[in-house]
């Protein structure tokens, strides 16, 4: 199945193929022909599995030129209005619908404004689409979709009697669908109710069982996602490895940026003929490619016996995905290694595969550049050995410079800068925005508010833990923790921190949802 293949209009087909899809997604190709068909729909997958463009194509492809609101997407928090508002963006990029997330913590004048001018769809959380209706700075007289997006978390998070008053504001000639990853009663019964005959469509977990294969995986920040795996790889030893990404252009950018750091790489994707992919495939089984770069779709098929490293530098949408891009290493008997870069964002993703695959993928420091450099000397070494004692290789070319430099520098500060030109090509790494400012923690620490304590029954061994488990830091790395009687105070290493904020944000401990945010330092005492 392709995106060519459904009914959409070509705007929306070439927005699918700037975001660099490939094919669409288990719920995609089964959602998206319900939608168009003006179906009410009840979809349930895990996260991860692409369920924003599963209803964003045919929504997007509904929208007419009209400045009126006709679509309403209900999302639970602020995160996901602007993810769910972000990817809609891109999807409308050639049909240009105007989209506005609108979402609690931001200036409602601000949105009102926006909203005067005439949108087309809105993405809100519930408290502020309703605060709007209230203030009538929101009409939905013309809406004709509302979507009801990760149900479950917004059950979860109290809003259904603000989702009813909303829903019965809604023209009742409407399409209305539900994404949920469970279907607890109450959202069953909301949809009873607001929902005509509605067309439920499980995308079924199945049995996955992850080979045993040596599985660790990287904690990393976006934009440290080229550098981290420069590390990885070049602190390894690697015989051939395959690089997966989660779009055709990931795969062409990675490539590229492998290619110009002088890796010998090279790229398989779906829009390559039969031809250029057998060159592609020539040159990694005769190993005259060390790494291949991939898609899930590109990859399939391609069965190599000596892949010695698999690697996740986009985690896969899906378990049954995980598996299978795992699976190709480790073959005939041989020792694979598969590694899975996550950054924060994905923690829980990476939690849900763990929870499918029934297994703990435990998680391994990124080497500092120190360590990569050791790791390579020897390799270095023999590089320079090889050279020196290799019989063909004329250096004479460079006796006049040699001689220059050996007149005004000691010989060890010129080898060691030619070294460094040579081999050296690590950079440092950069904290990607999550600045968390003054917490008022120690010394390279940072200290979270937490919205829960002893009411929840909460214990510092019960929290250490759930970081522990989270992050994959040893519950003993995670410092001070002071719990009163309706919220805590946490400090974690702070090249965690991202990692515990994006991770234990709106998720569960001891059944209570619980939030957290960067403390405030405390005003100093005299
Ligand atoms: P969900 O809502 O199911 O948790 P999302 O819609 O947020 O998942 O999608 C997860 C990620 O997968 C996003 O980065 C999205 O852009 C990407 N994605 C969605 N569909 C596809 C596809 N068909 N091919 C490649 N990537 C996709
Ligand atoms: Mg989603």
Partial sequence: MKFEDFPISDEIKRAIKDMGFEAPSPIQEKVIPEILQKQDVIGQAQTGTGKTAAFGIPLLEHVTRDKHVQSLILTPTRELAIQVAGELQKLSKYKNAQILPIYGGQSIGHQIKALKRGVQVVVGTPGRVLDHLNRNTLQLRSVHTLILDEADEMLDMGFIEDIEKILQQVNRERQTMLFSATMPPPIRKLSNKYMNRPKQITISKGEVTAPSINQVYYKVLEKNKMESLCRVIDSETIDLGIIFCRTKKGVAELTEALQARGYMADGLHGDLTQAQRDIVMKKFRDSSIEFLIATDVAARGIDVENVSHVI?????????SYVHRIGRTGRAGREGIAVTLVTPREMKHLRSIEAEIKMNIPSERLPSVEEVVEKQQHVWKGQIIDLIESEEEDTGLYDGLVKELLDQYPPEKIVGSLMKLAFYSHDDLKDDGYDFGDTGAQKGMTRFFI???????????????????????????????DIFDNFTFMEVPQEVAPFVYEGLKYSRVNGARINLEPAKPRPKRR
């Fill in 312 to 320: 996740n530098y986009d985690i896969p949408q899906d378990p049954e």
């Fill in 451 to 481: 919205n829960v304590g002893r009411n929840i029954e909460l214990t510092p061994k019960k929290l250490s833990e759930e970081v522990s488990h989270l992050v994959g830091i040893p519950a003993s790395a995670v410092g001070r923790i």
